[in-house]
Nanobody, 119 residues
Framework: VQLQASGGGLVQAGGSLRLSCATSGRTFTNYDDIGWFRQAPGKEREFVAA????????AYADSVKGRFTISRDNANNRVYLQMNSLKPEDTAVYYC????????????WGQGTLVTVSS
């Protein structure tokens, strides 16, 4: 599985960005989950949001609920993270990852994309 995150950049607080995760090398099933994680400087990687490939189930970290929206485009094998009302504390490298159905861990990771939110 190959994953490539893109769409990061520099934005002012209150602004918006949309991250994209391009996937290839796997035919996803309805039991697969695609997640977004982030890692800020000096901090551990943390969960941000996830979506089931069927699109029926989503999950968000409390810190982003109401501001971020995860979605997927099955036809183009892409997953998006729409980020609104960005805060300086959202500054991090954002990664997309895949958890295959029936497994516990996210085993497939892409390169990250840097999001910087200025105050």
């Amino acid at each position: 599985v190959q994953l490539q995150a893109s769409g990061g950049g520099l934005v002012q607080a209150g602004g918006s960005l949309r991250l994209s995760c391009a996937t290839s090398g796997r035919t996803f099933t309805n039991y697969d989950d695609i997640g977004w994680f982030r890692q800020a400087p000096g901090k551990e990687r943390e969960f941000v949001a996830a979506i089931n490939w069927s699109g029926g189930t989503t999950a968000y970290a409390d810190s982003v609920k109401g501001r971020f929206t995860i979605s997927r485009d099955n036809a183009n094998n892409r997953v998006y993270l729409q980020m609104n009302s960005l805060k300086p504390e959202d500054t991090a490298v954002y990664y997309c990852a895949v958890r295959a159905g029936g497994t516990v861990n996210y085993d497939y990771w892409g390169q990250g994309t840097l999001v910087t939110v200025s105050s």
